[in-house]
């Protein structure tokens, strides 16, 4: 089977990681543009990091024949630090609308603030002006209000439904996101967001259409592995293999897609490591079975 | 030059492109030559993604020989389509003499993604007044990103024409050390020193420490300063050697000036390819060219 992890910060993983991933049967990932589990200081970081999303990290995906698209925003942690988050948002357009930037994002409330809304709401914005999908992250408290605020005001600044991707749902937001008309992403995050059992009871009751499956993986106690790994269970559990699918790769590539900025046809063809992109020394392992150990537990 | 090399790339370019991406280039076209700011620029080098693919150039035999007749020592063979877009868009600017255009080129390197890299790089070998980038391009020779220093090092006359021996030097050191093709550093038969010999050697002992092959393309970057290294080093590998390694060695002694040597090790060669190599290369066909052939072939 082959994955696509459609939330997963790469830049904080090791090359363990990408090696084990590609093994496993993933081929594409987003990196969304977040903070960096300590606030920046300065907008020269922000250049930094989002030169590093477009340039030196894709390479390094590439290395394993992994596809890295990633996405572009200023996180709504950090846009509570008003002035820095002013400077960072007038980095967009230089960054924004680069190859392989599938989305503004991830984007959204954290605490539901006046200066978080202010950023969101620029940020919508521009992705409505540049016809671009958007990528929400939805707060950790209070999340079932910040998923129909984060919808509310997408709609209200003129996003297409089927350009927004929600991400970080649980039991209790995926109806209303669902009903709305965008896309729901989960979350498969040990201890504090989805894990595989429950995301498999969710496909079971809601079935694929728009629900998208993502590791969210980053520098906290997180797995890479996810998504196929959820996929695994889903198959021991008897979900369809077709929803399988659907919920581990197809889902997010249409809905990413929709950016023209996935090159759809270059990614269906079989992985190749091109050899003038090899590590110094080493090859990379490829075609072995998905490594599979336990799924994430809830 | 025959031809100015906007006119180049604009017909290379033309027939490559389907109508969408014609429209686009069109527009920049007569954006570009009427002159644009700095961001706008940017965004015509990051928009040419969205009209154009990674695909390769598949160059035919008559534009290659245009190409090198143009700017000697240059070859397109591994450039894609959406890289010679943006290098046209850059050259399609009208004031690629200015002050002003080298300030926003420069500016261009902050916030370019992979691909936007490369293509900046590549436009090296067009740029008048060359000199004016050579730190950029060392600088850029320090990148961890192999498609970078690609873009940059090989099939491209830029750097024998403008590093000095420092940046020269890390240059070939680094393509061996990448395990790229050396034979592809245009001008590396001319800017052979006894420096770069004495790093070669040097290389190559550290290789044989650590247990490790060495790389073919090495043979290639030495030269008759130190002869008796050269030779020890020869005798250290020519027997446990394979035919091919065996080729690349019949190079480095003749270009080493150590024709005698090779005189000795044809009497006891047994491989028709490395007879006729050694025959060739004794009858002056010795360069980084011909190597390349014996590569490839």
């Not at chain 1, 605020?149 to 649980?170: C, Q, T, W």
């Not at chain 2, 109508?19 to 080098?45: P, V």
């Not at chain 2, 150039?57 to 450039?79: K, N, Q």
């Amino acid at each position: 089977m082959r994955f696509f992890d459609p939330h997963i910060h790469m830049s904080s993983r090791t090359t363990d990681d990408y090696q084990n991933m590609a093994a496993a049967g993933i081929r594409a990932v987003i990196e969304p543009a977040f903070w960096m589990g300590q606030p920046r200081t300065n907008v020269g970081s922000f250049i930094d990091y989002f030169a590093s999303l477009v340039g030196w990290e894709r390479f390094r995906a590439s290395q394993f024949g992994i596809a890295h698209y990633c996405t572009i925003g200023v996180n709504s942690k950090e846009a509570n630090n008003e002035g820095l988050a002013r400077e960072a948002l007038e980095l967009l357009p230089q960054f924004a609308l680069k190859e392989g930037v599938v989305a503004i994002g991830e984007i959204g409330y954290d605490e539901m603030t006046p200066a978080e809304e202010w950023v969101y709401q620029h940020q919508l914005q521009f992705a409505v002006d540049h016809d671009m999908v958007v990528m929400v992250h939805t707060p950790h408290r209070d999340k079932k209000n910040g998923v129909l605020r984060s919808i509310d005001v997408a709609r209200e600044v003129g996003v297409p439904m089927e350009k927004l991707v929600i991400d970080h749902n649980n039991e209790e937001t995926v109806q209303s996101v669902l009903d709305a008309g965008a896309w729901a992403a989960f979350t498969i995050y040990p201890n504090t967001k989805m894990g595989s059992e429950r995301m498999t009871e969710i496909v079971r009751q809601y079935g694929p259409e728009r629900i998208i499956v993502d590791s969210s993986a980053d520098w906290g106690v997180s797995d890479p592995l996810s998504v196929p790994k959820t996929a695994h269970l889903m198959q021991e559990r008897g979900i369809d293999q077709a929803a399988i699918e659907l919920t581990c790769w197809q889902n997010a590539l249409d809905a990413y897609a929709q950016s023209g900025q996935i090159d759809v046809e270059e990614l269906l063809k079989a992985p190749v490591i091109d050899q003038s992109q090899r590590f110094s020394e080493n090859s990379v392992l490829r075609g072995q079975q998905p490594r599979i150990d336990e799924p994430v537990k809830n | 030059m025959t031809e100015p090399p906007n006119t180049l790339l604009e017909e290379l370019l033309l027939p490559r492109l389907d109508d969408k991406a014609q429209k686009f280039w069109h527009n920049a076209r007569t954006e570009l030559a009427a002159g644009c700011n700095k961001s706008r620029f940017a965004a015509l080098i990051a928009l040419a993604s969205r009209y154009c693919k990674r695909r390769p150039l598949d160059v035919s035999h008559i534009e290659r020989e245009r190409i090198s007749t143009a700017i000697p020592g240059l070859t397109l063979d591994e450039w894609n389509l959406l890289e010679l877009l943006r290098v046209a868009l850059i050259c399609g600017r009208n004031d690629l003499t200015s002050a002003q255009f080298a300030e926003d080129y420069e500016a261009q390197f902050v916030y370019a993604d992979e691909g936007e890299t490369c293509a900046l790089y590549r436009a090296l070998p067009f740029l008048p007044a060359g000199e004016r980038f050579a730190w950029r391009a060392g600088d850029g020779c320090r990148t961890n990103m192999l498609s970078v220093f690609h873009a940059i090092a090989l099939d491209s006359p830029y750097p024998a024409k403008h590093f000095d021996d420092t940046a020269w030097h890390q240059l070939v050191m680094k393509t061996l050390f990448l395990e790229l093709p050396v034979w592809r550093i245009v001008g590396l038969d001319e800017r052979r020193s006894a420096e770069l010999n004495r790093m070669a050697l040097d290389y190559a002992e550290e290789r044989e420490s650590a247990g490790r092959s060495l790389p073919i393309g090495l043979w290639l970057c030495f030269t008759e300063h130190d002869k008796n290294r050269l030779t020890a080093l020869v005798e250290r590998h020519w027997h446990s050697a394979t035919a091919q390694d065996r080729k690349a060695i019949v190079f480095g002694l003749v270009r080493s000036g150590l024709h005698s040597q090779v005189h000795t090790l044809a009497t006891s060669e047994s491989d028709a390819g490395v007879a006729h190599v050694i025959d060739h290369t004794l009858g002056g066909q010795t360069q980084q060219i011909h190597f390349a052939r014996l590569v490839t072939d």
